[in-house]
């Protein structure tokens, strides 16, 4: 039984921010199970201080998957779940355990300006649409992201 949704939305705004909302949601899970691979992989002089400082990043990346995923949900569309479904929208690459601890903080580094940038692309339509529940959901998870990126740039001696 189709149920009408009348949120203040038309089914066209409804669609494109989800699908913001959505490529955003497969950034963060990329980004959340490369993170938690090296805080397991990670060695070196830093192991123990990176260890915690990835454990600390990819917790809250976890808490952060659910909130976009019920916030698309909210809006009357489907959110991704798939492996393959999230590899089609992210552009993060897998990680790779070989790397030394410095190419993962870089990498990692980089990764979190990119899902900066894809949740500023998703404001956009949220903002058109009067959409301040997303508006406010993206607005936490760049600046979330930010200060990740921040954290990382720093441990690599930048500013």
């Known amino acids: 039984?189709?149920?009408k949704i009348d949120t203040g939305f038309s089914a066209k705004d409804r669609?494109?921010?989800a699908a913001g909302l959505s490529k955003l949601l497969a950034d963060t899970y990329a980004l959340y199970l490369k993170t938690h691979g090296y805080h397991w992989n990670v060695r070196g002089p830093n192991f123990q201080s990176l260890h915690v400082l990835f454990e600390g990043q990819y917790q809250?990346?976890?808490?952060?998957?659910?909130?976009l995923a019920e916030?698309?949900?909210a809006l009357g569309e489907l959110a991704p779940q798939s492996y393959s479904a999230f590899a089609n929208l992210t552009g993060i690459k897998d990680g790779d355990p070989e790397k030394g601890w410095?190419?993962?903080?870089s990498e990692l580094m980089r990764d979190h300006e990119a899902v900066c940038a894809t949740a500023r692309a998703a404001f956009p339509a949220a903002e058109a649409a009067g959409d301040q529940a997303t508006m406010d959901l993206l607005t936490e998870r760049f600046t979330a992201?930010?200060?990740?990126?921040w954290m990382l740039r720093a441990t690599l001696g930048g500013k």
């Open 145 to 149: 992201h930010e200060k990740h990126a």
């Open 15 to 17: 669609a494109a921010i």
């Open 71 to 73: 916030r698309i949900r």
């Open 1 to 3: 039984m189709a149920v």
């Open 60 to 67: 809250e990346q976890w808490a952060a998957l659910d909130e």
């Open 102 to 105: 410095e190419d993962m903080v």
